[in-house]
């Protein structure tokens, strides 16, 4: 099976829905994880890295975008 050229290749890293729907759905599941499953001190942990990984993981992405 032959690659593609890279003019017909598509990169779905260089499209901003996905990134932000990656990062969205998620941090969708550790909020679920946190208010279901975790009381107290844990629970704020959760939601914290939900919020870091919201803001983290689309620049991440980007970044891999442009290396790649």
């Known amino acids: 099976m032959a ?3 890279s003019d ?3 990169n779905l890293l260089d499209s901003p829905t996905f990134r932000y729907g990656i990062a969205a759905s998620t941090t969708a599941i550790l ?3 946190a ?3 975790f009381d107290g001190t844990a629970r704020w ?3 914290a890295l ?3 990984n ?3 993981v689309p620049r ?3 970044a891999a975008a442009k290396q790649g």
């Open 3 to 5: 690659r593609a050229d």
């Open 8 to 10: 017909d290749e598509v």
């Open 31 to 33: 909020l679920a994880v």
């Open 35 to 37: 208010f279901w499953q």
């Open 45 to 47: 942990i959760v939601v």
């Open 50 to 52: 939900a919020l870091v």
């Open 54 to 56: 919201a803001v983290i």
């Open 60 to 62: 991440r992405l980007a």
